[in-house]
């Protein structure tokens, strides 16, 4: 059993930053790769940025040169700074990690940001 809990996100202003965090707890094993997909009303979930335990790191063209993923392997935790937020980025913003040698593929529950003046 794997819990992802996601922190940080809320109402911000266009142009305004964000940064949203997610702990996992649980069976973690050393190898996987964490990230954050996203969900806007009638939309589709969608992939935001990912990185392995490696620190290889993947990043939708929507968001690339506004947004930084990092994470730190001792606190199972996984970050996203997101600048230059733009009212089109209004969306739950999930946790994930997959877990490949063990067949996991675990979600948070998300945490809403929502982008207006």
């Known amino acids: 059993q794997v819990q992802l809990v996601e922190s940080g996100g809320g109402l911000v202003q266009p142009g305004g930053s964000l940064r949203l965090s997610c702990a996992a707890s649980?069976?973690?094993?050393?190898?996987?790769?964490m990230g954050w997909y996203r969900q806007a009303p009638d939309m589709q979930r969608e992939l935001v940025a990912v990185?392995?335990?490696?620190?290889?790191?993947t990043y939708a063209n929507s968001v690339k040169g506004r947004s930084t993923i990092s994470r730190d392997n001792a606190k199972n935790t996984v970050y996203l700074q997101m600048n230059s937020l733009k009212p089109e980025d209004t969306a739950v913003y999930y946790c994930?990690?997959?877990?490949?040698?063990?067949?996991?593929?675990?979600w948070g529950k998300g945490t809403l940001v929502t982008v207006s003046s």
């Open positions: 649980g069976s973690i094993f050393s190898i996987n790769t």
């Open positions: 994930n990690l997959k877990q490949y040698s063990a067949g996991m593929d675990s």
């Open positions: 990185i392995t335990s490696g620190g290889s790191t």
